[in-house]
């Protein structure tokens, strides 16, 4: 399974961003698929995910701003709304291939994408 993001890009603070992730290879509908990132200088962490049923959890820092969605088994996105200079991060799509609930760590997680860069200036 590969996966590609994009739709990285500079903003303002407040502005949107809206990034996306295609999967290529065998995927099946019950993966898992999430977003994480890596701000300057710190490590990895979870942003959101969803599951075939629709089911999401999102981070405390980005619930009520982040929306997740998924058309399929190949297509992520991550709608950003009210960005803050804190968004600031490379951002990671991935897929956990296991049929377990929602997990935030990134050993879970068996697919990775290259990340894209989403830069809020104040």
């Known amino acids: 399974v590969q996966l590609q993001a994009s739709g990285g890009g500079l903003v303002q603070a407040g502005e949107s961003l809206r990034l996306s992730c295609a999967a290529s290879g065998r995927t099946y509908d019950w993966y898992t698929m999430g977003w994480f990132r890596q701000p300057p200088g710190k490590e990895r962490e979870f942003v959101a995910a969803i599951k075939w049923s629709a089911t999401t959890d999102y981070a405390d820092s980005v619930k009520g701003r982040f929306t997740i969605s998924r058309d399929n088994a190949k297509t992520l996105s991550l709608q950003m709304d009210s960005l803050k200079p804190e968004d600031t991060a490379v951002y990671y799509c991935?897929?956990?291939?296991?049929?377990?609930?929602?997990?935030?760590?990134?050993?879970?997680?068996?697919?990775w994408g290259q990340g894209t860069q989403v830069t809020v200036s104040s």
């Open positions: 991935a897929i956990d291939s296991s049929r377990v609930p929602i997990r935030h760590g990134t050993r879970a997680y068996d697919y």
